[in-house]
């Protein structure tokens, strides 16, 4: 089965970000870590080589990124604030490192994956709240429009 280790600098995280890869072709699944997790544990766990048989036969890839949790939103020791900043800096690192180079790495096309990308991007860049277009068909009490 191919396994990959990935390392670069992120200079939107000012970091060393790390990743591990596995398969070669196939639906590509963007693998988060545990709140205290690491981009390792699923294979440590074992759940990739459950998978084993679906990663070595091109059905499927799994990208195990690091979390940092303790850096973003279960950082209690940074001021609120600072931890939603870092958590954007972490979605901003997910939007514009991780996907696009599992973009890059297509061989067989996944498009469920990066179409969700990039409607999340697009989302993202042309509005920065959810609008509700009826209150009545609302599934939260007293929202308005």
Not at 2 to 25: P, T
Not at 39 to 65: D, M, N, P, R, W
Request: hydrophobic fraction near 40%.
């Amino acid at each position: 089965m191919n396994r990959e280790y990935l390392s670069w600098y992120s200079q939107r995280l000012h970091r060393d970000m790390e990743m591990l890869v596995f398969g070669h072709a196939g639906a590509k699944v963007l693998v988060f870590p545990t709140r205290e997790g690491r981009f390792f544990e699923y294979e440590q766990l074992g759940l990739v080589a459950s998978l084993a048989e679906k990663l070595q036969a091109g059905h499927l890839q799994l990208y195990c990124i690091e979390g940092l949790a303790a850096d973003s939103l279960y950082g209690f020791h940074r001021h609120p604030a600072d931890r939603i900043r870092r958590h954007a800096a972490l979605e901003d690192y997910i939007l514009n490192e991780v996907l696009p180079l599992m973009r890059r790495r297509t061989r067989i096309a996944a498009p469920s994956c990066m179409d969700a990308a990039s409607a999340l991007s697009r989302r993202r860049a042309s509005s920065s709240a959810i609008r509700i277009s009826s209150a009545s068909s609302s599934p939260f009490p007293g929202a308005t429009t």
